[in-house]
Nanobody
């Protein structure tokens, strides 16, 4: 069974940096698009950005120039480097990976359980 495990969240001061990781494990044949989403307190979940297997990225306007998504295909891991963090970046951050399991015809979306990022002085 495929599992996604996120790590790297925590408390950081405004202007600081954090790096989140999300590693997939299980019987994995290939991983297509990987992405990060976030859910601020009292708000709906929103897209932060995505990265294709070839490394093509897209970002939400509110993180452009501050956040960078990367991936290591050999490790089945996606990263989110967050710089110049603001209090409004406080949220639970979730990763999503579109994974093709071994012996299965179609890829499916899998979500991590989320990791809390708090930006506060």
């Amino acid at each position: 069974q495929v599992q996604l495990v996120e790590s790297g969240g925590g408390l950081v001061q405004p202007g600081g940096s954090l790096r989140l990781s999300c590693a997939a494990s299980g019987s994995i044949a290939s991983i297509y698009v990987m992405g990060w989403y976030r859910q601020p307190p009292g708000k709906q979940r929103e897209l932060v950005g995505t990265i294709t297997r070839a490394g093509v990225t897209i970002y939400a306007d509110f993180v452009k120039g501050r956040f960078t998504i990367s991936r290591d295909n050999a490790l089945n891991t996606v990263y989110l480097q967050m710089n110049s963090l603001k209090p409004e970046d406080t949220a639970v951050y979730y990763c999503k990976q579109n994974i093709l399991e071994s012996g299965v015809k179609w890829g499916m979306d899998y979500w991590g359980k989320g990791t809390l990022v708090t930006v506060s002085s």
